[in-house]
């Protein structure tokens, strides 16, 4: 595959922004490989500046349920474009979208727009500090609720793959009040809340984790989350910024029929512009100011444009009741894949929770971040850029979860699998 352009524009962007990139993962250093530069996408493809084409199962990680530039939003973000792209003002857009939100996700009775996850996962722990009045929170080790500097401990995903579990620049009085525990494990949890639960104000989790690698909740471990919180009198969170609308429609909360007191929501909510949302039970959300004290704002929340692409995206899914195909395609790729690995003799765990799915290079299952990062990373490696060679764009690391969008073609999913058979070819030669 001819990357030589790409390699120019990396060696140029490498000049001006830390490792050429605005976030990290992007610049492929954890497959020691070049970017693709991407010149557009349509549909389930992306394209390079080098003329090559990809399918993407990345999806700009996770938003573009829809695939790259649907008719439907681009018309509505050419017809919203026109009309302003930003007012610091009340629009009727914010209240649509916000509504669609509370009727696929009923818990989410009062709702805050927020520009990332990042900020949505941020903002719900202070109000979950503000209202419990205690400042202990719990998080899971490997699930990744964005860079904040209290959820920037012991989080997956890009930190996991860059091994660097609590980042500089964090200080230690700010992870101290920061509890982290294995993810899956409600013992250690009970262990927590009997030595100090009227201390901590909230657990935070990703109901799905995602961001460790794929890896499902054990039967009734949400359950227990909920049981353990409403005992304490402390807040459950659901960070469901990317399991949300994919796990189903309504996210973790609905599949596994549990109710946390504060949802995060980000990525596919934006339909790929910059937007996210916290929100939940009323009565806690009210104290956000102006209606209560506790205070978060932002100049280009709920912006017009990410407004326009939210309530599409989310009206497309709901009237075109796209959910359910995008899953069923995702099942046919996975079952496809653990039969060609074993085609290959490959001993590896094919994780999938609704449209996401991952890969582990491990022999068993893996159910926390430690049985994640003791899979098999270098065969991981080879694997990913024998996809790549082959057009398939799968995330440059383990650690990362792949999606399907409604784009995505039953020919999309063959051509997907019979790529896999030579990659897991390649990854064979490696084990000899
Ligand atoms: C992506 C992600 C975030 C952070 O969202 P950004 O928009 O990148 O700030 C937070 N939580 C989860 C579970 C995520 O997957």
Redesign the pocket.
Known sequence: MNLKKSAKAFAEAKKFMPGGVNSPVRSFSTVNSTPPFISHGKGQLIFDIDGNEYIDFVLS??PLILGHAHPRIVKALNRQIRRGTSFGAPTLLETQLAKLVNQIYPSMEVIRMVN????A?MSALRVARGYTNREKIVKFIGC???HSDSLLVKAGSGAATFGEPSSPGVTRGTAQDTITLPFNDLKSVENVFSQCGEQIAAIIV?PVA??MGLILPKENYLRGLREITKKYGALLIF?E??CGFRVSLGGAQEKYQVKPDLT?L??IIGGGLPC?AYGGREDIMRNVSPDGKIYQAGTLSGNPLAMTAGIETLTALLEENLTEKIIYNTTILVEGIKASAQVSNLKIQVPQAGSMFGIFFSESEVTNYDEAAAANQEMFRKFFLAMLEQGIYFAPSQFETLFMSAAHTQEDVANAIIATVDAFEVCQWLTD
Do not use: L, Q, R
Request: aromatic share 10%.
């Open positions: 990680w996770g990332s996850g990042t900020e996962a990744y609720h964005g990703e995602g961001n960070d910024v990317m995060c980000g990525k996210a």
